[in-house]
């Protein structure tokens, strides 16, 4: 079992994410205080506050757990982000051609891109080596 992680470049990415999340929070904030203005009530203040504060919670939650680029191969399956995949599941496997991602189709005929500009130049040529060994070899049996 060999797992692939993201570079540093990724976490600057999430991190840029989780602040333009914060900034458009701030920006939200900023019209509830003109609300908050002709209301005049500190109950309405707090509730809006701690919705805010939820708002940019749950966020910065969902922008890091949708962010999950991380691969692991196996010898008869891999898991990309949270997805399983079998190898016999692989109809077919396009490599990456001029800086595209490259993706599988599945005999289910779905399009599974794998995202891995993210990761290392030796970890990309790697993944995608393995992956065209085990389709090959599962296409040879058949």
């Known amino acids: 079992m060999k797992k692939y992680r993201p570079t540093l470049l990724y976490i600057i990415k999430i991190f840029g994410l989780v602040v333009g999340a914060a900034f458009c929070v701030f920006i939200i904030s900023l019209f509830t205080n003109i609300i908050s203005f002709f209301v005049e009530s500190s109950f309405f203040e707090k ?74 130049k030796n970890d990309r040529a790697e993944i995608e080596n393995i992956i065209l060994e085990k389709v090959q070899s599962l296409t040879k049996k058949l």
């Open 47 to 120: 509730v809006i506050f701690i919705l805010l504060i939820a708002v940019l919670v749950l966020a910065a939650f969902q922008i890091i757990r949708s962010n999950n680029p991380t691969i692991i191969l196996d010898n008869n399956h891999m898991m990309i982000g949270r997805q399983k995949l079998n190898y016999d599941q692989i109809k077919k496997f396009y490599p990456a051609k001029g800086g595209s991602e490259p993706y599988l189709v599945t005999k289910a005929g779905h399009k599974i891109d794998l995202e891995i500009s993210w990761f290392g």
